[in-house]
């Protein structure tokens, strides 16, 4: 499973995989630029937040993850749902989240 969001820029897009990790692409070359590891099980959805400089990523794993889109280092988990997280959105310095416990979280993303 991958699904792929467009990046900032239109050179990049993310890709979130059932082995757990989240790919930043180069459309042009076809290759991975980064692998952003860190969730424990497989990764429903990942997108940029608007600055381009922050990944968000929701999982099986019950968790949001904030990441450093060019570092790939792990800003912060968000902990919440008592089951998987299969949608998240940012809007202004929000990040909305969706589970399969019924639950629509809304996290601020400043970190």
């Known amino acids: ?64 993850k904030i990441w450093d889109a060019e570092t790939g280092k792990v800003l912060s988990t968000l902990i919440g749902h008592t089951n998987t997280v299969y949608h998240c959105c940012v809007y202004n310095n929000l990040i909305l989240s969706c589970s399969s416990d019924d639950i629509l979280k809304v996290w601020n993303l400043k970190v």
Request: glycine share 6%.
């Open 1 to 64: 499973y991958q699904r792929r969001v467009h990046g900032p820029e239109d050179d990049l897009i993310l890709s979130a995989s059932m082995d757990g990790t989240i790919k930043l692409w180069d459309v042009e070359t076809s290759f991975a630029v980064r692998t952003f590891r860190g969730h424990s099980a497989p990764v429903h959805h990942a997108i940029f937040a608007k600055d381009g400089q922050k990944i968000i990523s929701a999982s099986r794993d019950r968790t949001l």
